[in-house]
């Protein structure tokens, strides 16, 4: 079983839509959690971290389910700019300190 | 404040061949990371350096990968030989802290194509 697993899409959604990415972990030890963004031949780049709490940056909104091992995104008013692969990344502690990345979901958004 | 430099941006080797790409960090930062992306996955961890130890080298190929980070800055990722299945992007990332809480701020990556 991967560490971090992500439906890999693609996901086409037309302009203004809602959209929700989902990520499964296997460690419970896992202390830390993000979601990076990649756009097409690109270096990825941080997106926002994810709290237990649930946490929002915009049209953004991060979930954390630590009892089903589960992270959520959810994009609100998609737009043309969004299209791009969105990776779900943790920190799994198993005497690494480094961050472990899912397979990322890729997102089109159409006009 | 600069990124995360690499070079080179692009590199075609046929299989056997050596080849070495090389990365410097942000200014600052003591952890270097050099991860492995293969075309339509996720950046995979090869090795990890605090400052200029190796905090983690569990998934890097050591009979043909090796990595260095001298002085604690610059680091240097060498293949040899080369494999087919070693065409991927190679991408160096840094980050203040080692502890995996932290963003980790990527470079653009070296391109690699091995045939």
């Known amino acids: 079983r991967k560490e971090v697993e992500q439906d890999p899409g693609p996901f086409n959604v037309p302009e203004g839509a809602t959209v929700a990415f989902n990520c499964t972990y296997s460690n419970s030890a896992s202390q830390s959690f993000f979601w990076y963004r990649q756009d097409c031949r690109k270096e990825p780049k941080l997106l926002m971290s994810?709290?237990?709490s649930g946490n929002e940056d915009g049209r953004f909104t991060a979930q954390l389910n630590r009892a089903s091992q589960y992270i959520s995104l959810l994009i609100r008013d998609s737009k043309l700019s969004d299209s791009a692969t969105y990776l779900c990344?943790?920190?799994?502690?198993?005497?690494?300190?480094?961050?472990?990345f899912g397979s990322g979901t890729r997102l089109q958004v159409q006009p | 404040e600069a990124g995360v430099a690499q070079s080179p941006r692009y590199k075609i080797i046929e299989k056997r061949q050596s080849v070495a790409f090389w990365c410097n960090p942000i200014?600052?930062?003591?952890?270097l990371y050099w991860y492995q992306q293969i075309l339509g996955q996720g950046p995979k961890l090869l090795i990890q350096?605090?400052?200029?130890?190796?905090?983690?080298d569990s998934q890097l190929p050591k009979d043909r990968f090796s990595a260095e980070r001298l002085k604690g800055v610059d680091s240097t990722l060498k293949i040899q030989p080369a494999k087919l299945e070693d065409s991927a992007v190679y991408l160096c990332?840094?980050?203040?802290?080692?502890?995996?809480?932290?963003?980790?701020?990527f470079g653009q990556g070296t391109r690699l194509t091995v045939v």
């Open positions: 200014s600052g930062h003591a952890t």
């Open positions: 350096f605090q400052n200029n130890g190796v905090v983690d």
């Open positions: 994810v709290y237990s």
């Open positions: 990344v943790v920190n799994i502690v198993t005497g690494r300190r480094a961050l472990t």
């Open positions: 990332a840094s980050s203040s802290l080692g502890t995996g809480d932290t963003e980790a701020f």
